[in-house]
């Protein structure tokens, strides 16, 4: 073996043929070949695809709570879980006046057109569906609450946007049928109850009561008082500790 055929280590003195360094050179570089950037892109759909020709720097969503603290009797400070909050969007970004390599594609709207699309969409009434690919990726219908354009000196035609968007969900709503004749409205009834669970009771609070005390008698758990708070928010108040004599209760089943 001659020494052409060889090439030594520095520090170690090791030596290692060429033809096997060559190949796992190009086996590293293979390796590296593989690894491919995400192709982001981000649109907005209502009955037809919009697709945002530059991606913004970063996208905001925050999803928040809507839980609340309270003092309870005997207890301390709970805090009582409700649904979370609907998420909020924001972003900001621009639509060009001609094409740059920024763009994620070739043939991009021109601003005023793309203007247009989400003033209309946002005019619709109607919710859209929000989509960025990619790794995590987003996809969720939301309405859009804030659309806010502008333009900026020494960049004439070029539109600037900032875009607000919350998640949207949609609501049940039931049927109420209505009477003329008897000048009622009311909820069809539901017939014998099939489930098995027994139907809502009354209790009328007396003086030393409290939620915690009335739940453990009717429940054996006086941690179910926001069964009952829940239930009487219209009697009570917005605080569960001020319950008065007289007041009459509905106690659900637990």
Known sequence: MTSKEVYVEPGTGRAVKLERLKQLEQGMGRATEKK??????????????????????????????????????????????????????????????????????????????????????????????????????????????????????????????????????????RKIKVDPGKKTAGVSPSGSRTDGTPAAQTYTVVNGDCLWNIAKRFYGNGSLYTIIYEANKGVIGGNPNLIHAGQVLTIPPA
């Open 36 to 173: 491919k950037p995400q192709k982001y892109r981000m649109y907005l759909k209502q009955k037809s695809l919009f697709e945002f020709p530059v991606l913004p720097e970063k996208v905001a969503i925050s999803y928040g709570s809507k839980n609340t603290s309270l003092q309870v009797c005997g207890v301390g400070e709970v805090t009582i879980i409700q649904d979370s909050r609907a998420a909020a969007i924001q972003f900001s970004s621009f639509f060009p006046q001609s094409y740059f390599k920024g763009c994620r594609m070739k043939k991009i709207p021109s601003p005023k057109k793309a203007r247009d699309r989400i003033l209309k969409m946002k005019e619709s009434g109607k919710p859209v569906r929000f989509t960025i690919t990619g790794k995590p990726g987003v996809s969720m219908y939301c309405t859009i609450e804030a659309f806010e354009i502008q333009e900026q000196g020494g960049d004439p035609g070029t539109v600037y946007f900032t875009l607000k968007l919350k998640e949207y969900r949609e609501a049940k709503v």
